[in-house]
């Protein structure tokens, strides 16, 4: 069975403080990845996907990055925190290619508040 | 421009009534349509999902109604018990294309007793 594993669970940085986010899937090779970000009571929005080791595409700049150095791992990060990067981070992962590329099974998120 | 919208932020209903959740999209070429719920601190777990070659999925007290003429679909939950108290998210993409499931803003849906 496959599991995604998310850290940390939660943070709390200052503003302009640096961040690492990661994620972890487990029982898949080769999926699709993403990162969504998620505001309190807010909508789902993707930040990044990746479809191979290496290879990240970028949806939207929230002065974000993200990598994925190992097939079976995406992280997130920044170098400069701001206040509108608090919120509900999700990894998500799909299977790669075919039908099933557009279902995304999400982690359990990283909840991080910027003061 | 919201390319998929839920038409309600809240819904409440009772224990035992159908909730019925509506979505719409813009793009025509959406042909696959999976339901998210979401409950409170954790991430959203895919529900039921339909594609557009169908007007109808059904599983257990879950059932998507498509219409693809009118570009809407809705999420009817029979039966309603007061653990589906959670956010119920649209969302749609294009099969070939990858890394474009783009979600609605959500309904949070009450479940009274």
């Known amino acids: 069975a496959q599991t995604i594993h998310q850290w940390p669970v939660a943070e709390i940085k200052a503003v302009g403080s640096p961040l690492s986010l990661g994620c972890t899937i487990k029982g898949k090779s080769s999926p699709n990845l993403y990162w969504y970000w998620q505001a309190t009571g807010g909508t789902l929005q993707q930040l990044f996907y990746s479809i191979t080791v290496g290879q990240v595409e970028s949806v939207v700049q929230l002065n974000l990055s993200a990598s994925r150095p190992k097939d079976d791992q995406f992280i997130l990060s920044t170098e400069k925190l701001l206040l509108s990067h608090s919120g509900f981070y999700l990894c998500a992962w799909s299977l790669w290619g075919g039908a099933g590329q557009n279902t995304l099974y999400f982690g359990a998120g990283t909840r991080l508040s910027v003061l | 421009q919201q390319q998929v919208r839920q038409s309600s932020q809240s819904l409440t209903v009772w224990e035992g009534e159908t909730a019925i959740l509506n979505c719409s999209y813009e793009n025509s070429a959406f042909d696959y349509f999976p339901w998210y719920q979401q409950f409170p601190g954790e991430g959203p777990a895919l529900l039921i999902a339909?594609?557009?070659?169908?007007d109808k999925k059904e599983d257990g007290r879950f059932t998507i109604f498509f219409n693809k003429r009118e570009k809407n679909l809705s999420l009817h939950i029979k039966d309603s018990q007061p653990g589906d108290s959670a956010t119920y998210f649209c969302?749609?993409?294009?099969?070939?294309?990858?890394?474009?499931?783009?979600f609605g803003r959500g309904t949070r849906l009450q479940v009274y007793a």
């Open positions: 969302a749609a993409s294009v099969t070939q294309v990858v890394g474009q499931l783009t």
């Open positions: 339909i594609r557009s070659v169908s």
